[in-house]
């Protein structure tokens, strides 16, 4: 328990193509490598300018649940493994998180 308190939750958020993409991002960073304990998908319409084009896609929102201390290895990851030129990856500070939940996202990740 010493170990959560000082500890911060993050999310970080990041958009994808598909569901099959983020799927497979999602059991590596969980599973094998540990870098979140959640992925939370959400399917969004995004409407942006993209190379001077109007783009109006279907997309999934991705919502990495993990530690402050996981997010850089997290964020560099997701990098690597992004199907788009310039992926979306940021980062929101969670306050207040429920004191089991965050212990729980803690013994989740490395």
Same mark, same amino acid.
Request: proline share 4%; charged share 30%; aromatic share 8%.
């Given at each position: ?16 193509? /598909? ?6 991002i999602?059991? /590596? ?10 992925? !939370? ?10 190379k001077?084009?109007l783009? /109006? ?14 997010? %850089? ?11 788009y ?9 969670? !306050? %207040?998180?429920?004191?089991p ?10």
């Amino acid at each position: 328990m010493a170990k959560q308190k000082t500890q911060t939750a993050v999310i970080i958020v990041s958009t994808f193509p /598909d569901q099959e993409t983020i799927l497979t991002i999602a059991k /590596d960073l969980i599973v094998k490598k540990k870098l979140c304990a959640c992925i !939370n998908l959400i399917k969004v319409r995004s409407v942006f300018v993209w190379k001077n084009k109007l783009e /109006d896609q279907q997309e999934f929102i991705a919502l990495f649940k993990t530690t402050k201390l996981s997010a %850089d290895k997290l964020k560099s990851e997701i990098k690597k493994v992004h199907p788009y030129e310039v992926p979306e990856i940021m980062e929101i500070k969670m !306050n %207040d998180v429920y004191k089991p939940y965050m212990s729980w996202i803690v013994e989740s990740t490395t």
